[in-house]
């Protein structure tokens, strides 16, 4: 199976900075990721498929890069609404569709 | 507008079953792959189990395999899980979800574009 590891698991930011998640894959996965946001008591929301491709109605702020093993998720410039957990997934190779372990953004 | 609502949680005991089900609306049910992931509050997403749109075939997590059942009737629009013999490592929210994918040639990319609120289980005597 494919392991995803996140970094880090939680990320103090303050509104305007700009942050980047970093998701690894445990062996390559060409472009096969997709980004989730969740906010305490709701379910995910997908955010980016194929590591770049936004979802319709996600906010321009929000990029996605990467290939192979390594991807990153950017904010270009956080906004209050955007303090969350964010999970990478692989879909690649499955069953199973592994997710990252989260990355918790939180106020500094 | 998708809805997926889940329901059959509760308590269950160790050993014993419990069976969830996910209402869909708002979109054609049997054109989809659907899927049930769960997480433990606190803590990260794990995927438990898929079913394709026809319920040919179906995968499943080690984490479950040979105690749950995925299953779906298209004729309803519902999906299920049956869980057996049940452990307290069972216990956590369980989300539908909705795959869907996009194709660029030859390539196509699947993803979880709707998801339910999710329905809390807790495994305990």
């Known amino acids: 199976d494919i392991q995803m590891t996140q970094s880090p698991s939680s990320l103090p930011a303050s509104v305007g900075d700009r942050v980047t998640i970093t998701c690894r894959a445990s062996q390559g996965i060409y472009n096969y990721l997709n980004w989730y946001q969740q906010k305490p008591g709701k379910a995910p929301e997908l955010l980016i498929s194929a590591a770049s491709k936004l979802q319709d109605g996600v906010p321009s702020r929000f990029s996605g890069s990467g290939f192979g093993t390594d991807f990153t998720l950017t904010i270009s410039s956080l906004q209050s609404e955007d303090f969350a957990t964010y999970f990478c997934?692989?879909?690649?190779?499955?069953?199973?569709?592994?997710f990252g372990q989260g990355t918790k953004l939180e106020i500094k | 507008e998708v809805q997926l609502v889940e329901s059959g949680g509760g308590l269950g005991q160790p050993g014993r079953s419990l069976r969830l089900s996910c209402a869909a609306s708002?979109?054609?049910?049997?054109?989809?792959?659907m899927h049930w992931v769960r997480q433990v509050p606190g803590k990260g997403l794990e995927w438990v189990a898929a079913?394709?749109?026809?319920?040919?075939?179906?995968g499943y997590a080690d984490s479950v395999k040979g105690r749950f059942a995925i299953s779906r009737d298209n004729a309803k629009n519902y999906l299920f899980l049956q869980m057996n013999s049940l452990r307290a490592e069972d216990t956590a929210l369980y989300f539908c979800a909705k795959d869907s994918r996009h194709c660029n040639g030859d390539n196509c990319y699947h993803y979880f574009d709707s998801w339910g609120r999710g329905i809390p289980v807790t495994v305990s005597s």
């Open positions: 079913i394709t749109w026809d319920g040919a075939k179906t």
């Open positions: 708002g979109f054609t049910f049997d054109d989809y792959a």
């Open positions: 997934q692989q879909s690649y190779r499955t069953p199973p569709y592994n």
